[in-house]
């Protein structure tokens, strides 16, 4: 039985199309080498730090990876127009440096006490204060080129995810040893970055609102109001009664729900126009004529241009 030409199988050519994958201009988008780094960067790790003694290395590795997996998200449901890579960078390694110093100085005298409101203070808002910092760097810096507060959240939750990343790898290195807690690390990994990115994307949505007002009252106000909807959501979260409960998951739930709601269908309120200014059409010359009295047919026409 004789095999026709249109039952034979593709050349390899066909088969695996090495050189029109090399000239074509996908394999070089970024894209697609964020995708090969996440399916490499997990193996990788473990090659490079194996055992108790790569713990480190391998927490760093992985709260970097899980973050960037959400930063990649995020991006995508952004959507952000002004923010660039050197601005990402920015913010981000300044979050490092006050997360790490937080952690190192601050951190181990911080002890919940099962109280909301000593958690809200305590806990609450200085984490969110420290995230923000660099957004509001970014915000003073950024006030005359009309930047968005979609670009602000955006930062803004740049920031939350390294500070999420870097507690995660804290919390990995102080609870080695203990048994149980695999599970809780694994989940410290996957959430947190993500959870104070919502919170901190929340805060500088409404630095952004303040950024197109000129007058400091109102800015301040709309700041202060960014700054204490996360400040409240955190404290809850991290509160005893709340965490581990049906409640907690509707702390998450609400924050998720706020961010997508700013993120996606935020609404900023127009700049408020000037006084319109009012100019009159001159009469007409006079034909020699004794003038008549004025009454509303007679009268100039009156021209209102608007602020627009």
Do not use: C
């Not at 090495?18 to 997990?42: D, E, I, K």
């Not at 995660?168 to 990994?189: E, T």
């Amino acid at each position: 039985m004789t095999t026709t030409s249109a039952e034979r199988l593709p050349g390899l050519s066909v088969l695996f199309p090495v050189r029109a994958w090399l000239r074509h201009p996908a394999l070089r988008a970024g894209t697609t080498w964020a995708f090969v780094a996440l399916v490499a960067v997990p193996p990788a790790a473990l090659a490079l730090f194996p055992g108790a003694a790569g713990l480190l290395g391998l927490s760093i590795v992985l709260a970097a990876y899980v973050a960037s997996v959400w930063f990649l998200v995020l991006r995508t449901l952004v959507r952000p127009q002004r923010v660039g890579a050197r601005l990402v960078a920015a913010v981000a390694v300044g979050e490092v440096v006050l997360v790490l110093a937080y952690l190192v100085g601050v951190a181990p005298h911080v002890e919940e006490h099962g109280n909301l409101l000593a958690d809200i203070a305590l806990i609450g808002l200085p984490e969110e204060l420290l995230k923000a910092l660099p957004v509001v760097a970014a915000a003073l810096v950024l006030r005359g080129r009309g930047i968005a507060p979609r670009d602000l959240l955006f930062l803004a939750a740049t920031s939350g995810l390294v500070f999420g990343a870097v507690e995660a790898v804290d919390y990995a290195v102080l609870l080695n040893g203990y048994s149980g807690v695999g599970m809780a690390l694994v989940l410290r990994f996957a959430t947190d970055p993500i959870q104070h990115a919502l919170w901190t994307g929340i805060a500088g949505y409404f630095l952004g609102l303040a950024t197109h007002h000129r007058a400091a009252g109102p800015g301040l106000v709309l700041a202060g109001i960014g700054l204490g909807v996360p400040v409240v959501l955190h404290g809850l979260n991290d509160w005893t009664p709340v965490t581990g409960t049906v409640l907690w998951v509707g702390v998450q739930t609400v924050s998720a729900l706020l961010f997508l709601g700013y993120a996606r269908i935020g609404v900023v309120a127009p700049r408020p126009t000037p006084p319109p200014t009012v100019s009159s059409i001159p009469a007409p010359r006079s034909s020699g004529r004794p003038a008549a009295a004025e009454d509303p047919v007679t009268r100039p026409l009156v021209l209102v241009h608007g602020g627009r």
